[in-house]
């Protein structure tokens, strides 16, 4: 009697399960079907839907609802607690499934090689999404000491990283952040949550909605200064040519021309800064240092050799 084909797939997180979901509604599904194994490393699937999207962003982790109907069909088996290759070889796999996909996502941090990159008080983005999200393998607790903070990247995750630094505690109440958390950013000293970019406003790898939902906190003055407005022959070129790009670039625009308000958290979001240096004293982080830049017609920048602490 044919038997369904056997498919092993390593990593529940959305790729994981929307490859289930794909298989299912494949060809394959067919007589004799598909019968689908997922290994996951965690106890718990839907990888950084659950432990990398931010607590105050429930719309994008009402996504775990459709992952979930796909878990819930009978053709697939959900195996938590197995760290492929520890707990499963790939000759194990190999012996009883017929195709194994591999959907183990990236979760470290990509390195940043400046000097006192190693200092204490200076964390890899990862890290401190994985706390405010109660990830099991990091610690529960985080030292929120900084009265300031300095944020490098200008993309979406260093948005909610200056977010939840920024934000009071209290508003996160109504999300589902862990009790923990809610204690730990109780205790939060930061007032200033400084984010840098290397380059121009037209650069800036923000989606449009999550910048805007900065501004919404009544506890968060968004602040950019008028000198970090500027455009090259490149950044105009994308601007015509990615919308996306062209709305983050209006924001910042009307956000640099604005009176400065006087909500009790500053949020800077500073352009064409290279950071080169985290200073150090005793082995603790104490500043930042960065280098002014300028476009060089592309949308490329190179460094003025001008210098800020
Ligand atoms: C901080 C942050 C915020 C984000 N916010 C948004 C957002 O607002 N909107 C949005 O659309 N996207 C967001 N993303 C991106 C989104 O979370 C990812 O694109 C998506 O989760 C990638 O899916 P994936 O299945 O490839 O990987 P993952 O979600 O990383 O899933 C991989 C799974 O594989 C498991 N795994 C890893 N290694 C092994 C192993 N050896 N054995 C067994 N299992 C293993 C992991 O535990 C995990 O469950 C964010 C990402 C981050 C980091």
């Known amino acids: 009697m044919p038997r369904p084909l056997r498919v092993a797939i390593v990593g529940a997180g959305p790729a994981g399960i929307y490859a289930a979901d794909a298989?299912?509604?494949?060809?394959?599904?067919?007589?004799?079907?598909?019968?689908i194994d997922i290994f996951e490393r965690m106890p718990a699937p839907f990888g950084l839907i659950r432990y990398g999207v931010a607590p105050d962003h429930p719309r994008i982790k009402g996504i775990i609802t459709a992952l979930h109907q796909v878990l819930d069909k009978p053709q697939v088996r959900l195996f938590g607690n197995v760290d492929y290759p520890n707990d499963i070889s790939l000759d194990e796999l190999h012996a009883f499934y017929d195709a194994v996909i591999f959907s183990t996502g990236a979760t470290a941090d990509r390195a940043l090689s400046i000097p006192g990159v190693e200092l204490d008080g200076s964390y890899g983005a990862a890290d401190f999404v994985s706390w405010y999200d109660g990830h099991p393998d990091v610690p529960r607790t985080w030292p929120l000491e900084a009265e300031k903070v300095a944020v490098l990247g200008v993309g979406n995750v260093a948005l909610d990283v200056a977010r939840i630094l920024a934000k009071t505690a209290d508003e996160l109440l109504p999300t589902?952040?862990?009790?923990?958390?809610?204690?730990?950013?109780?205790?939060?000293?930061?007032?200033?949550?400084?984010?840098?970019?290397?380059?121009?406003?037209?650069?800036?790898?923000?989606?449009?909605?999550?910048?805007?939902?900065?501004?919404?906190?009544p506890n968060i003055e968004v602040i950019v200064n008028p000198e970090d407005i500027d455009y090259d022959e490149g950044s105009i070129t994308t601007r015509r040519s990615n919308k996306q790009a062209d709305m983050v670039a209006k924001t910042l625009e009307n956000?640099?021309?604005?009176?400065?308000?006087?909500?009790?958290?500053?949020?800077?979001?500073?352009?064409?800064?290279?950071?080169?240096?985290?200073?150090?004293?005793?082995?603790?982080?104490?500043?930042?240092?960065?280098?002014?830049?300028?476009?060089?017609?592309?949308?490329n920048v190179k460094g003025t050799g001008q210098f800020t602490t």
Do not use: C, Y
Not at 24 to 33: D, N
Not at 277 to 292: A, P
């Open 23 to 35: 298989l299912l509604k494949s060809e394959a599904a067919a007589a004799p079907g598909v019968s």
């Open 176 to 217: 589902e952040i862990p009790a923990n958390v809610h204690d730990g950013l109780k205790a939060n000293k930061a007032v200033e949550v400084h984010v840098f970019g290397r380059r121009g406003p037209a650069q800036a790898k923000f989606s449009p909605m999550e910048l805007r939902e900065l501004d919404h906190s």
């Open 255 to 299: 956000w640099a021309i604005r009176d400065i308000g006087d909500r009790p958290h500053k949020l800077f979001l500073h352009f064409f800064e290279s950071p080169s240096e985290i200073l150090g004293e005793d082995g603790k982080v104490v500043g930042l240092r960065t280098e002014r830049t300028e476009l060089d017609g592309t949308g």
